[in-house]
């Protein structure tokens, strides 16, 4: 049976970056989808509704529909460290954040972690990400029982390290391949998780290490490779002393073989023109996350270069450093730093849009199933309305058109603006 959600939508089946006439939107839209999640059509809802004459329909006129949001970086464990203020990406680590994540050694509370932290993604309308996982191979299988239960598409996988960070969170080479194996083989294309082959950083990997994460990538189709690049000066002094070899940063993974399509690189700030050069060359993606640039200090994203450089990006919330898993904030905070970056004025509200949902899909590989309306792609939706006698509700009645619409819902719609969120066309979330 098809069934056809009433709402009003907005989605980018188009790159705004590419030129006009990005954004799709219906006043009185309508979503229709079948049992399968498929969408069928998308459209003015008089039309939709006398195509599918049998349908069932859902009237949420009142709310707003967009595609469930894709956070392309964020770590499962660090949501107790949000809102460590006053350091600087190292001390930050050592201090607050490596800390936090040795407590993952305890399984009781690693599973309750991931339910909570999954159950908090949903509840901020994000219906895909790619999850930076823990140390501790319990702590990941807890983090996809709890991503499976939820329905949400994740990808994720152990974290390996072998030097440069606690001793308790180091592992060896081969106790790290088969521990991701043994992981890999029960979860990846289990519904809607896929694995990530995630090394922490350079700093945390001796080549061997990073070799490992090639032979894992390799003999596992349609993994997923995720880990950090150029974010700090620090970091990226320490890796030059720890590969003397290395052309730069970019090259440590590259000469590991691990660039490529599949493989998804967060921050990216300090980049040189040679290494957006190998990036685009090997269509590796960035993960940007700008809440927490702003919050380490580490720098202002080069958005003008990526986009002129043609490297495929998306947006990142990277919780705990990063400042909520909101991916509404994160485009707000991304426009904020754009504005003042002399290039500035780059992003608009359809920007906005297509980097929360549609970018993200193309930079996790799930462009083909998500991230816009497309019809034959899955109904993952977040549907968002004012609270009653809200800013935001005061800012809409008066809103003359889509773009002061969807530039208000960025500016102002948080985690209780986000009523219900589905995918595949399923609840898995509605506030009570
Ligand atoms: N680099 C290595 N680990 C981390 C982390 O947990 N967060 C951030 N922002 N950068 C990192
Ligand atoms: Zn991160």
């Known amino acids: 049976m098809t069934t056809i959600l009433r709402a009003r939508v907005a989605h980018t089946p188009r790159d705004p970056f590419a030129g006009s006439g990005a954004l799709e939107t219906f006043d009185d839209g309508a979503i229709a989808f079948d049992d399968a999640g498929v969408i069928v059509a998308i459209g003015p809802y008089a039309t939709v509704a006398q195509q599918h004459p049998g349908a069932r329909i859902e009237d949420r006129s009142e709310c707003i529909a967009v595609p469930g949001l894709v956070d392309t970086h964020v770590h499962f464990p660090q949501i107790a460290v949000i809102g460590a203020m006053g350091l600087q990406l190292l001390d930050w680590l050592d201090q607050r954040t490596l800390p936090e994540e040795a407590k993952m050694a305890d399984p009781l509370h690693a599973r309750k972690t991931a339910k909570r932290f999954v159950n908090a993604l949903k509840a901020n309308g994000t219906t895909s990400a790619l999850v930076f996982g ?20 994740i990808s994720s996988g152990l974290i390996v390290s072998d030097r440069n960070l606690r001793p308790d969170l180091h592992t060896t080479p081969d106790a790290a391949y088969e521990a991701s194996h043994e992981l ?6 289990h519904n809607r998780l896929r694995y990530a082959v995630t090394p922490r950083f350079s700093v945390s990997c001796t080549e061997a290490m990073l070799d490992v994460c090639h032979t894992l990538l ?3 189709p349609d993994a997923l490779f995720t880990s950090h690049v150029n974010e700090s000066p620090g970091e990226i002094a320490f890796v030059k002393a720890l590969f003397p070899d290395a052309r730069d940063y970019v090259d440590t993974y590259e000469r590991a073989g691990l660039l490529g399509r599949r493989s998804v690189l967060a921050h990216n700030v300090h980049v040189s023109d040679e290494e957006l050069r190998q990036l685009k060359q090997t269509d590796t993606a960035i993960a940007h996350c700008p809440s927490s640039n702003a919050f380490l200090a580490s720098g202002i994203f080069p958005m003008v270069r990526h986009v002129e450089a043609g490297v495929r990006f998306g947006m990142g919330t990277d919780v705990g ?4 898993l909101s991916m509404l904030k994160e485009g707000l905070v991304a426009y904020h730093v754009q504005m003042i970056r002399e290039e500035g004025h780059l992003l608009g509200p359809a920007h906005l849009l297509y980097l929360a949902t549609a970018a993200g899909a193309n930079a996790i590989g799930l462009q083909d199933t998500c991230g816009d309306f497309t019809p034959g792609k899955q109904a993952d939706i977040a549907l968002i309305k004012a609270p009653e006698g809200s800013t935001l509700e005061m800012v809409l009645e008066t809103a003359p058109d889509w773009e002061a619409t969807l530039g208000a819902l960025f500016t102002l719609a948080r985690e209780e603006c986000v009523i219900e969120t589905r995918v595949g066309g399923e609840i898995v979330f509605a506030r009570v």
């Not at 890999?184 to 294309?189: C, E, L, S, V």
């Open 321 to 324: 450093a990063g400042t909520g």
């Open 218 to 220: 390799q003999e596992t």
């Open 134 to 153: 823990a140390h501790f191979p319990q702590a990941q299988q807890a983090l996809f029982e709890a991503a499976d239960a939820a329905g949400l598409r």
């Open 184 to 189: 890999k083989a029960r979860w990846h294309g």
